[in-house]
């Protein structure tokens, strides 16, 4: 079973523009649609669809629309109890497959509702092949929530915990990282990559054996693996054994709005399955690239994947001098 944490889900909101989005202009919008997402969300979705077991754990209140989405979609789920409506996040999404996202801050978190989420967890971590704590944080929730909920999972349960976050609470996390305190999947992409080497996004994005010894620096400080996506350029996997780049098949973007937690869950699946680094990580791109091309928020159904069509090579390890 995956267990997701999503401290602040969101109504994603697309809309679809006829043609390209012009700053201060009028547009007559060509379809909009709402979907109930938040990474840990998206990657339950990816289970249900792939037979894998899985709980959304998450605040919102039960009479929230959201909640009614999520169990018309089948998603089992425990709620804390909200601090207010979910939030609503927009994606402008133009033909070329350019993707403007306004998130939303979300609702105040009160203390209560944070102790809530992390009591849930911990009743579920022990049944749970992986806890996956996705997403910002709420206002409310201090920066280090994740660090400090990793380091407390790490001494109560064995379950493996993998983080994929942004921003202040990243940093937090990495400044807390420790053999003891570290998750053992991180997920970042070249901007959070960036985020704490100082290094650029972009930079980083195009160049996967930079993005490489990037992720090398979370290794060693006690990360078991880390899955660095990198947009168009695909994915590099770093474990102890090694490092894989991974390229995608060409796609016509639609979307990129739920390609991360794609990949994200095509890994874990390849790890349910007991592929090798490579063919988790193929696993992985063939999902997120899957999900670029379909609109808003949704998550490819698992005949929609093709592994078969990507590209995986493995990376030189750094000289020991190097590092
Ligand atoms: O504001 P956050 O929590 O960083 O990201 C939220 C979000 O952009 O992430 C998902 C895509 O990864 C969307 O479903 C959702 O709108």
Same mark, same amino acid.
Request: aromatic content about 4%; some cysteine; hydrophobic content about 45%.
């Given at each position: 079973m995956?267990v997701?944490l999503?401290?602040?889900?969101?109504?994603?909101?697309?809309?679809?523009?006829?043609?390209?989005?012009v700053?201060?202009?009028?547009h007559r919008?060509a379809?909009?649609?709402?979907?109930?997402?938040?990474?840990g969300?998206n990657?339950?979705?990816?289970?249900?669809?792939?037979?894998? #077991?899985t709980?959304?754990?998450?605040p919102? +209140?039960?009479?929230?629309?959201?909640? &009614?989405?999520? /169990? $018309? @979609?089948g998603?089992a789920?425990?709620?804390?109890p909200?601090?207010?409506p979910?939030r609503?996040n927009?994606?402008?999404s133009?033909?070329?497959?350019?993707?403007?996202?306004?998130n939303?801050?979300?609702?105040?978190?009160?203390?209560?509702?944070?102790?809530?989420l992390a009591?849930?967890l911990r009743?579920?971590a022990d049944?749970?092949d992986?806890?996956v704590?996705?997403?910002?944080?709420p206002?409310?929730?201090?920066?280090?929530?994740?660090a400090?909920?990793?380091a407390?999972?790490r001494?109560?349960t064995?379950?493996?915990?993998a983080v994929d976050?942004?921003?202040?609470p990243?940093?937090?996390?990495v400044d807390?990282?420790g053999p003891?305190?570290?998750?053992?999947?991180?997920?970042?992409n070249g901007?959070?990559? #960036?985020?704490f080497?100082g290094?650029?996004? +972009?930079?980083?994005?195009?160049d996967p &054996?930079?993005? /490489? $010894? @990037?992720?090398?620096?979370?290794?060693?400080?006690?990360?078991?693996?880390?899955?660095?996506?990198l947009?168009?350029h695909?994915?590099?996997?770093?474990t102890a054994?090694?490092?894989?780049?991974a390229?995608?098949?060409?796609t016509d973007?639609?979307?990129?709005?739920?390609a991360?937690?794609s990949?994200l869950?095509g890994?874990?699946?390849?790890g349910?399955?007991?592929q090798?680094p490579?063919?988790?990580?193929?696993l992985a791109?063939?999902?997120?690239?899957?999900?670029?091309?379909l609109p808003g928020?949704?998550?490819p159904?698992p005949?929609?994947v093709?592994?078969d069509?990507?590209v995986?090579r493995?990376l030189?390890?750094?000289?020991?001098?190097?590092?």
């Amino acid at each position: 079973m995956i267990v997701t944490l999503t401290p602040n889900p969101s109504i994603d909101r697309t809309v679809a523009l006829a043609g390209p989005l012009v700053r201060g202009g009028v547009h007559r919008t060509a379809s909009a649609f709402s979907q109930a997402g938040g990474k840990g969300v998206n990657i339950s979705r990816a289970c249900l669809s792939a037979g894998v #077991a899985t709980t959304a754990v998450l605040p919102a +209140a039960g009479d929230d629309p959201f909640v &009614a989405d999520l /169990a $018309a @979609a089948g998603i089992a789920h425990r709620l804390a109890p909200g601090d207010g409506p979910v939030r609503v996040n927009l994606t402008i999404s133009e033909p070329d497959g350019t993707t403007t996202k306004l998130n939303s801050p979300g609702a105040t978190a009160s203390p209560a509702t944070l102790d809530a989420l992390a009591a849930t967890l911990r009743s579920l971590a022990d049944e749970a092949d992986w806890i996956v704590l996705a997403g910002s944080l709420p206002p409310g929730a201090p920066a280090r929530w994740y660090a400090d909920l990793v380091a407390e999972l790490r001494t109560t349960t064995t379950t493996r915990i993998a983080v994929d976050t942004s921003d202040e609470p990243l940093v937090s996390l990495v400044d807390r990282l420790g053999p003891d305190t570290a998750p053992h999947l991180m997920k970042p992409n070249g901007e959070e990559l #960036a985020s704490f080497t100082g290094a650029d996004g +972009a930079a980083l994005e195009a160049d996967p &054996a930079a993005a /490489a $010894a @990037a992720a090398r620096t979370l290794l060693d400080r006690g990360v078991t693996e880390v899955l660095a996506t990198l947009g168009g350029h695909g994915a590099v996997l770093v474990t102890a054994d090694g490092a894989w780049h991974a390229i995608p098949p060409p796609t016509d973007v639609v979307s990129t709005v739920g390609a991360g937690d794609s990949s994200l869950f095509g890994y874990l699946l390849g790890g349910l399955r007991q592929q090798d680094p490579a063919h988790r990580l193929a696993l992985a791109v063939a999902y997120g690239s899957a999900a670029a091309g379909l609109p808003g928020t949704t998550i490819p159904q698992p005949t929609q994947v093709r592994p078969d069509l990507v590209v995986v090579r493995a990376l030189p390890s750094p000289l020991e001098s190097d590092r």
